[in-house]
């Protein structure tokens, strides 16, 4: 049986550091941005979708998946479809790339180094929690500035500090006017969202591990692209069934046109003027992103990190 090691100790910390390689953090990265540059026009759909409360003049309404499309693109051109997409390839590519060297660092320490040893849900769980709260500490800034992006519309006569003009001068303009606190807008949803990733890498590693077991083999070995893409869609899909909820409330705490006290506040007036279905606003568009960027994500890292593991392990023994 696995069991976890004592935090305290300082040579486990020292092991833990050792079991860090810079190949989880470029395949995450790579794995990142290559399903954000594919997909963000969903991305900014979703966000819109999720922040209309029905009782906000200045937001555009849409009647759907198509109609929104169609409507930014007729009023803000193909470019208004690629709003925020600068912070969004950096905050998911970073994202990416610390939560996959974080995971694997982390669940390689709990193994003892040795990654054939399963761990169970509940410790893979443990270990994607950990990483997800490391991850998010260093990202959310990025994503305050890629939501509020997302939600500058053509039309929209914001005041001059409110309006950016890209990822940098978001950071600038919201760190003086909001101070450090700005830039964590959302984060305590966002935590939330943490058992969101929980439960995703929990049920795309036990349906890994469960697999090859079946089939009488490593724990670790490669598997086809086919088996990767399959696993990496019914653990999002059973993720954001679970948590969805916590996304809507994290974007409107980050939308500068409505003044929330607090998460409370926010959830509070969500269910008075919505009911629940308030809380699924923009699941649709959501779905139709997510999953297919989760398995872009996945299988671009699978493969990136088992060759540059592999050439790393070559290099090695050459030496």
């Keep these: 049986m696995t069991t976890m090691k004592n935090p305290n100790s300082s040579s486990n910390k020292l092991a833990l550091l050792s079991h860090i390689k810079y190949e989880h ?3 995450g990265i790579s794995g990142g941005v290559t399903s954000t540059l594919i997909l963000h026009p969903l991305d900014l759909i979703k966000i819109r979708f999720a922040v209309n ?28 479809l690629y709003r925020g997409v600068t912070p969004n390839v950096w905050g998911s590519g970073s994202a990416w790339g610390f939560y996959f060297l974080f995971y694997n660092a982390i669940k390689t320490w709990i193994q ?29 800034p990025i994503w305050v500035v890629k939501t509020r992006l997302c939600l500058q ?8 500090h409110k309006r950016y003009r890209g990822m940098v001068d978001g950071l600038t303009k919201i760190y003086r006017t909001e ?40 724990i670790d070995i490669k598997l086809t692209s086919a088996e990767y893409l399959t696993f990496a869609a019914v653990s999002k899909l059973v993720a954001a069934g679970a948590t ?19 998460v409370l506040h926010c959830v509070h007036d969500t269910w008075r003027h919505e009911g629940l279905g308030g809380f699924y606003k923009g699941l649709k568009p959501s779905l139709v992103r997510v999953v297919p960027a989760t398995m872009i994500t996945f299988l671009t890292y699978e493969n990136v990190s088992h060759y540059l593991l592999h050439r790393a392990r070559e290099a090695t023994l050459s030496t």
């Design 25 to 27: 953090l470029v395949a």
């Design 244 to 262: 969805y909820p916590y996304q809507v409330v994290r974007a409107r705490l980050q939308d500068q046109r409505r003044a929330y006290s607090g």
């Design 153 to 160: 519309y053509s039309e929209d006569h914001m005041a001059e």
């Design 179 to 218: 101070g450090i606190r700005g830039l964590y807008r959302g984060f305590v949803p966002g935590m939330f969202g943490v058992s969101h990733g929980a439960l995703q890498f929990m049920t795309y590693e036990e349906m890994k591990n469960r697999y090859n077991q079946y089939r009488n083999l490593p």
């Design 112 to 140: 003892g180094g040795n990654a054939r040893t399963p761990l169970g849900p509940g410790l893979h769980m443990l270990a994607a929690a950990e990483a997800g709260i490391l991850s998010l500490v260093m990202t959310n």
């Design 53 to 80: 409360d029905g009782r906000t003049a200045t937001i555009p309404r849409y009647d759907g998946l198509g109609s929104a499309f169609v409507t930014i693109v007729k009023q803000e051109g193909v470019k208004g």
